[in-house]
C-alpha cells in the first residue's frame, strides 16, 4: 500500500471524527446549550493540508500553531495517533474537555502555540523562529536539530495588522526555518474575501523575502485542464468570482454543469470535457483545489523542506470541504443538523454505535494504519514538550545609588542590570534583552554596552569604527544579548512570549527581560494577554508609571495599567517606591519566572507562587531621596509579598495612609502633617496591589471550603486597626487599583489617584490637579477620621 493511500485514509478517518465531535457537542451531549459554530467548516477547510503536515512532513522538531476554528480536526488526529482520549474529544468545549481553540495548558495532545485570537499564533511562529535562531547561535541547542515553525492560517486572519508588523521584524533579523500556510477558502465570519487578495498576499510577501508556493489547482484540474478544452475551463476558473465559486460549490455539479456549458459551452471539446462527467464527478473536479489535494501538498511541501528560506503557500481550499454546507455564505456559524449528520454518517460507512472508533470511517486494516502511524517521523518521539534545568539566582542582587542620594527606579533597574552585566555567572549570560525601540529611554543602555546586540552575523559599530564619541558603543553579532525592535509593541509582547517559552520549545532556559513605555502597554494588551495564556515567562518592565513625566502631557501618561497589572491572569505585577525594594522584586522575578510547582498554596499568603509566571514591574523616571535601612529577611519578604508597614500604626490609630509607588513623598510628608492631630497614624507602603488581592480572595475562597483560620497577608496587616479607622489610598494609577482594600474589614476608604490625563506641568502641578498631592492625602484623612480640623490642610484647588 502507498504512503498516499494511508494518508488519504487517514484524512477520510480524521474528518469523520471532526466532524461527529462538533455534532455531538451540539446536538448530544446531555444538558450542553453551546452551539459551536466555526468549527465545522474550518475543520472540513484544513483536513487534507493538516493530514499531510502530521502525517507525513513534520519532523519532532518542528512546531505548529494551528488556524483557531481548526481544533476538532487537530484533535482528531492526535487522537488516531493516541495523543488524545476519547473522552476528552467527548466532552469538546466542555470542562475539562478538549478545548474549542488549541491550548498549550489545557489540552493533553502536545499543542506547540496557543491559538485563539486571530493572527497572534501565526506571528508566535515568526519570532519563535528567531529565538530558535538565538539559542542556536549561542550554542546551547547540543546536537538537536533546527525545527520549522509552522502556521496554518485562515486568510480572514490575515487582516489582522499584527501579522505585517512581525513581517517587518522578520526581515529585520533575517527570519529563516519558518512557513505559514494560507488556508485561502476566501470565506470569513461575514463576507466572502475580495477578489485578486491573494496577488497583494504575494507581493508582500515576496517584498520581504519569503518564497510564495501558490496551490490553486489539485491533480484532477490539472489532468482535466490537458485535455481539449482544457485551457478554457482552466481560465473560466481562474477568473470566477469568489462569490460565484462559493454559491456554485454549495449548489453542486447541476448547477456547475448549467454555468459552465452557458458561458464556456461550445458544442465542441470543451462540452465534451463536461459532458464526459457525470453531477458527482464535475462537482468532485470543481472542487478539486490545491488545497484538497494531497500529492499537489506533500510536492510543494517536500520541495520546501530543501532549503531554510521563509515561505508563504496559499492554498486554495473550500470552506467546509465535502460537507452540505460547502460554500455556503453562513457556513460559518452554520452547524450540521442530525439529519445532515445521519447523511454524512452513511456516506463515511460509519455504523451506529461506533462512531467515537478511532478508525470507524476506515476501508483498510486498522492494524495497517495504527502501523504507518507508529512510523510518522512526528509522533516517532512521543511527546515533544522539552524541559530546562533552573538557572541559579543569587541570595541578592546588587544595591545601587546611596541613601539619601535621589534615583529613580527606572535608573536603579538600569544599573542593577549594568552590574549583573559585569559578572560571568549563569544569570547573565541567560539574561536576554529586548525593547521597541526604547532601549535607551528605559535604561538598557548599559546592559546593551557590555553584552552586545544580537544578530546572525556581526556588525560593526559604524560610529566607533570611525571614531565618533558616543555613550554607547553597540555592536552586533551571534553572542549578542538584547534583540532590537521596532517601535510596535506588539511586537515586543509576542517576542516576549517566544523568548519565555524557550524551555519548553527549544530546551534552553532564558530569562527574557522587554522593557516598554508604561503607557504604550494599551497597544499591545491582546499581545501581552496571549504570551501570558501561553504561560511564558518573562520580566516586563514599563516605565513612567502615571503622570510622572509630566512636560510630555497625556500622550505619555499612564492610568489604567495598574488594572491591567492586577486583572491580567499569569502575571504578577509590583511597583516599588524605592530602588531597594526594586532590587529585591527583581531577584524573586527570576526566580517566580522560573518556577513550574504543584501543590497548595503558601498559607501565610495563599498565592500560588510555586507555579511561577511572569513578572511585570511599574517604575518611573521620578527621583526620590533614598531611604537608609538594612534589607531585613523579614522586610525583603514583605514587599515581595505585596506591602509594609514604613511607620506602624499604634494601638489607637484613626487614620493609615496606603500609598503604591513614586507618591511615597508626598504621603510621607502627609503623615507627618497627620500625626499632629491625629493618634498614632500609621503609612503602609504597598508593593504589589495585585499581590495583596490576590492573596486576599485565595483566602477568601479557602475560608468557603471550610479552612476557616486561613488569613491573607493584607488581612494581617489590618488586623490592629479598630473599624474605626480610615484608610487613604493613593496611587499615580486609576484609584480603584486600591479603593478595594476597605472591604478587607470594612474600613471606610478614600482613595485617590489619577482618572484624566492630557496636561502637561511639573509633577507637582500635575499632583495638584489631579488631588494626589500632600494636602489632597490631609484633606482626604480628614473625611475619613473623626476629630477637630487638620491644622496643615489648606483649601482644595
Known amino acids: ?149 509552522i502556521s496554518l492560517i485562515g486568510d480572514a486572519e490575515m487582516d489582522e495588522g499584527n501579522i505585517y508588523e512581525a513581517l517587518i521584524e522578520g526581515w529585520k533579523h533575517g527570519l529563516r526555518n519558518c512557513w505559514w500556510i494560507v488556508d485561502y477558502n476566501r470565506q470569513s465570519l461575514d463576507a466572502v474575501i475580495r477578489e485578486g487578495l491573494w496577488q497583494r498576499f504575494e507581493q508582500i510577501f515576496r517584498n520581504f523575502g519569503w518564497d510564495v508556493m501558490i496551490l490553486r489547482h489539485g491533480a484532477q484540474q490539472e489532468a482535466a485542464f490537458t485535455e481539449p478544452g482544457g485551457e478554457k475551463l482552466r481560465e473560466w476558473i481562474e477568473r470566477c468570482p469568489n462569490q460565484l465559486y462559493a454559491v456554485l460549490t454549495f449548489q453542486g455539479g447541476a448547477a456547475w454543469r448549467k454555468r459552465l456549458l452557458d458561458e464556456i459551452g461550445d458544442q465542441g471539446p470543451v462540452a465534451a470535457l463536461i459532458e464526459r462527467r457525470s453531477d458527482d464527478a464535475l462537482q468532485a473536479l470543481m472542487t478539486n483545489l490545491g488545497g484538497h489535494d494531497m500529492p499537489s501538498l506533500l510536492e510543494a511541501f517536500e520541495a520546501a523542506s530543501s532549503h531554510d528560506r521563509p515561505v508563504c503557500f496559499i492554498c486554495y481550499t473550500i470552506k467546509g470541504y465535502g460537507l452540505p454546507l460547502a460554500g455556503h455564505k453562513d457556513n460559518h456559524a452554520g452547524q450540521m443538523t442530525p439529519a445532515h449528520m445521519e447523511g454524512f454518517r452513511r456516506q463515511m460507512a460509519v455504523k451506529p454505535g461506533e462512531e467515537w472508533d478511532k478508525w470507524a470511517a476506515a476501508t483498510l486494516p486498522e492494524a495497517e494504519l495504527d502501523a504507518f502511524l507508529a512510523k510518522v517521523p512526528f509522533f516517532g518521539e ?107 509593541e506588539s511586537n515586543l509582547m509576542i517576542m516576549l512570549g517566544a523568548l519565555g517559552l524557550s524551555h519548553s520549545i527549544n530546551g534552553v532556559r532564558l530569562l527574557p527581560i522587554g522593557t516598554v513605555y508604561d503607557p504604550f502597554i494599551y497597544r499591545s494588551a491582546d499581545q501581552l494577554n496571549y504570551a501570558c495564556y501561553q504561560d511564558a515567562r518573562f520580566m516586563l518592565v514599563a516605565t513612567p508609571s502615571g503622570v510622572t513625566l509630566a512636560p510630555e502631557g497625556g500622550a505619555h501618561q499612564s492610568i489604567g ?193 489619577v482618572e484624566h490625563f492630557g496636561q502637561t506641568g511639573t509633577i507637582a502641578d500635575l499632583y495638584r490637579h489631579h488631588g494626589l498631592d500632600t494636602n489632597a492625602i490631609v484633606h482626604a484623612a480628614q473625611a475619613v477620621s473623626a476629630g477637630p480640623a487638620i491644622r496643615y490642610r489648606k483649601a482644595l484647588p
Not at 133 to 143: C, F, N
Not at 686 to 691: G, P
Not at 720 to 738: E, F, N, Q, Y
Open 1 to 149: 500500500m502507498t504512503k498516499l493511500a494511508y494518508l488519504n485514509e487517514i484524512e477520510r478517518c480524521a474528518s469523520w471524527l471532526a466532524a461527529w465531535t462538533i455534532h455531538h457537542a451540539n446536538h448530544v451531549r446531555e444538558g450542553d446549550e453551546i452551539k459551536v459554530g466555526g468549527h465545522q467548516a474550518s475543520s472540513a477547510s484544513l483536513s487534507t493540508i493538516m493530514t499531510a503536515l502530521y502525517g507525513s512532513v513534520l519532523r519532532p522538531q518542528d512546531r505548529v500553531a494551528v488556524k483557531p476554528h481548526a481544533a476538532p480536526i487537530f484533535h482528531a488526529l492526535q487522537y488516531l495517533a493516541g495523543n488524545q482520549t476519547r473522552e476528552k474529544l467527548m466532552n469538546f468545549r466542555g470542562y475539562k474537555g478538549a478545548q474549542s481553540y488549541p491550548s498549550r495548558t489545557k489540552d493533553i495532545d502536545d499543542v506547540d502555540f496557543s491559538t485563539g485570537s486571530v493572527g497572534l499564533g501565526v506571528a508566535q511562529t515568526l519570532f519563535s523562529s528567531l529565538v530558535q535562531d538565538y539559542v542556536s547561535a549561542h550554542g546551547w541547542m547540543k546536537g538537536r536539530p533546527e525545527g520549522r515553525m
Open 561 to 753: 495599567t495598574p488594572l491591567i497589572g492586577m486583572a491580567q491572569d499569569g502575571l504578577c505585577a509590583f511597583e516599588p517606591a524605592f530602588v531597594d525594594e526594586l532590587s529585591v522584586l527583581m531577584r524573586f522575578a527570576f526566580d517566580y519566572m522560573q518556577r513550574n510547582g504543584e501543590g497548595d498554596p503558601d498559607e501565610t499568603t495563599w498565592l500560588r507562587d510555586q507555579t511561577g509566571g511572569s513578572v511585570y514591574l511599574r517604575l518611573s523616571t521620578r527621583p526620590l531621596e533614598q531611604p537608609l535601612r538594612d534589607m531585613r529577611p523579614d522586610l525583603a519578604r514583605d514587599i515581595v509579598n505585596g506591602a509594609y508597614w514604613l511607620r506602624p500604626p499604634g494601638p489607637n490609630a484613626s487614620v493609615v495612609i496606603a500609598y503604591q509607588g513614586v507618591v511615597a513623598p508626598e504621603a510621607i510628608a502627609a503623615t507627618g502633617l497627620l500625626a499632629e492631630d491625629r493618634r498614632d497614624v500609621g503609612l503602609m507602603a504597598i508593593t504589589s496591589a495585585d499581590r495583596l488581592n490576590a492573596g486576599w480572595q485565595a483566602a477568601e475562597r479557602a475560608r468557603q471550603r471550610g479552612m476557616t483560620g486561613a488569613l491573607s497577608h493584607v488581612e494581617r496587616m489590618l488586623a490592629p486597626l479598630s473599624r474605626d479607622c480610615g484608610i487613604v489610598t493613593a496611587i499615580d494609577g486609576h484609584p480603584a487599583t486600591l479603593a478595594w482594600i476597605g472591604g478587607v474589614n470594612g474600613h471606610r476608604v478614600k482613595a485617590l489617584g
Open 382 to 488: 512521543g511527546r515533544r514538550r522539552l524541559s530546562a534545568p533552573s538557572v541559579p539566582v543569587p541570595a541578592t542582587l546588587p544595591l545601587p545609588g546611596q541613601p539619601g542620594k535621589p534615583l529613580s527606579t527606572q535608573m536603579g533597574f538600569g544599573q542593577i542590570l549594568t552590574d549583573i552585566a559585569r559578572e560571568q555567572s549563569p544569570l547573565a549570560e541567560r539574561i536576554v534583552t529586548t525593547s521597541p525601540d526604547v532601549t535607551v529611554s528605559t535604561n538598557l543602555g548599559g546592559w546593551v554596552n557590555r553584552r552586545g546586540l544580537f544578530a546572525r552575523e556581526t556588525m560593526a559599530d559604524t560610529f566607533k569604527a570611525e571614531r565618533i564619541p558616543s555613550t554607547y558603543s553597540w555592536e552586533f553579532g551571534p553572542k549578542g544579548q538584547h534583540l532590537e525592535l521596532g517601535i510596535a
